[in-house]
């Protein structure tokens, strides 16, 4: 009996320990997260080399004559971390990554007064989100996550 | 004018008395004019059979069905995070899991829902109210537009 209590212990301790580290190594993860911040106009613009890849990703998808980007950020930020970043709109914009798998970053989303979501996002599958007004086009947000 | 295309109107829709429609008949005998107003309420009548027989937008379907994906995704996707934080919930995420799941497929009839494998990243996603179409939704991108002005 006594041997059995000793031996339930152990796995009780085992088991805790483990799930601490795990918890811990989650704890210590981060994303790489960017962000970059466009200007899309109706307006004709010189063409920006830094704008090809996304001119890829949106030509087609919305109607714009010229795309320029405005700023661009990167930051590691952990799990569960809210990283805060003001808009030229002068809205807020709120990335927080809940979740790191081989499914992708589940990346949690809020544009202040605007959409907010949950995107389960792989490198290269940029997460676009666009629409208001600013200058004399409208805004547009590229997140990326590696 | 107006009485001329509400007689004609009428006499398209089967309205008139069998007197009526020998004097709308013997009317656009002698006026081409009137021949030709009567033309061109068929073909208007066609147009609008075409447009009603299209049904709803294409784009409502493929929003409604993001959206029920979503909370089942989400739901799943969740779940474990929150047993390990909580302690509890895998009871309650199944059960959610299976109301979305059971939901979706009264709605989805015979198609397939994207499921936790999809390609697209949407999740969960809500605009605050605001008008808001997701443009793409694919291994390549997602593009969510929120065409709201700026305060």
């Not at chain 2, 993001?66 to 996707?77: C, G, I």
Request: contains cysteine; aromatic residues 6%; charged residues 25%.
């Amino acid at each position: 009996m006594r041997w059995g209590r000793k031996l339930a212990a152990a796995l009780c301790g085992l088991a805790l320990a483990g799930a601490a580290g795990a918890e811990e190594s989650t704890n210590g993860d981060t994303v790489s997260i960017e962000v970059t911040i466009l200007e899309v106009s109706d307006q004709p613009g010189e063409a920006d080399p830094r704008c090809e890849r996304f001119d890829k990703i949106l030509r087609g998808q919305i109607p714009y004559e010229s795309l320029a980007v405005l700023d661009s950020h990167r930051r590691e930020v952990a799990l569960n971390e809210v990283w805060t970043l003001q808009l030229p709109t002068a809205r807020t914009l709120q990335l927080r990554p809940l979740e790191v798998s081989s499914q992708g970053t589940l990346l949690s989303l809020d544009v202040e007064e605007s959409v907010q979501g949950d995107f389960r996002v792989h490198r290269g599958q940029p997460l676009v989100v666009g629409g208001p007004r600013y200058g004399e086009g409208r805004l547009v947000v590229v997140v990326d996550t590696e | 004018m107006i009485d001329r295309r509400r007689t004609l109107e009428a006499y398209r829709d089967g309205e008139l008395s069998w007197l009526g429609r020998w004097r709308v008949q013997r009317w656009l005998r002698r006026d081409p004019a009137a021949q030709r107003q009567l033309d061109a309420l068929d073909a208007l009548g066609e147009l609008l059979n075409d447009v009603d027989a299209e049904g709803p937008a294409p784009d409502l379907w493929p929003a409604i069905r993001l959206r029920l994906a979503a909370a089942d995704v989400t739901s799943e996707a969740r779940a474990p995070a929150l047993f390990w934080r909580r302690g509890a919930g895998y009871l309650a995420a199944g059960a959610v899991a299976a109301s979305a799941a059971a939901l979706a497929l009264m709605l989805a009839g015979e198609e397939p829902l994207p499921s936790a494998g999809s390609p697209g990243a949407v999740r969960w996603l809500d605009s605050r109210g605001h008008p808001m179409m997701v443009l793409r939704d694919d291994s390549a991108a997602t593009i969510i537009w929120v065409p709201e002005q700026a305060s």
